[in-house]
């Protein structure tokens, strides 16, 4: 079955940058357009970065130019780089498949939160 992993999140200044990494296994992950989303306190899950197999990528406007997602489909490995963080960046990351979100699922990860002090 599905499972991803999230990690790497933590309470920063802002300014600072981070890199989060989600594991992904249950399947072949090389076939699959992945996203990173985020759900801020108070609010919905967004989808704010998306990569597809062959590494186009798409941002939402909020992080464009300051996000940046990678994939390493050998390790099944995804990747977002935060630089310079911002308060407003404060929530709690998680990693899907976007197909797997348009098909019904229900299952996310544990998410890894990033908090961002001023």
């Known amino acids: 079955q599905v499972q991803l992993v999230e990690s790497g999140g933590g309470l920063v200044q802002a300014g600072a940058s981070l890199r989060l990494s989600c594991a992904a296994s249950g399947f072949i992950f090389s076939d699959e357009v992945m996203g990173w989303y985020r759900q801020a306190p108070g609010d919905g899950r967004d989808l704010i970065a998306d990569?597809?197999?062959?590494?186009?990528?798409t941002y939402a406007d909020s992080v464009k130019g300051r996000f940046t997602i990678s994939r390493d489909n050998a390790k099944s490995m995804l990747y977002l780089e935060i630089n310079p963080l911002k308060p407003e960046d404060t929530a709690v990351y998680y990693c899907n498949g976007l197909n797997f979100i348009v098909r019904g699922s229900q299952y996310w990860g544990q998410g890894t939160q990033v908090t961002v002090s001023s």
């Open positions: 990569i597809t197999r062959g590494g186009t990528t």
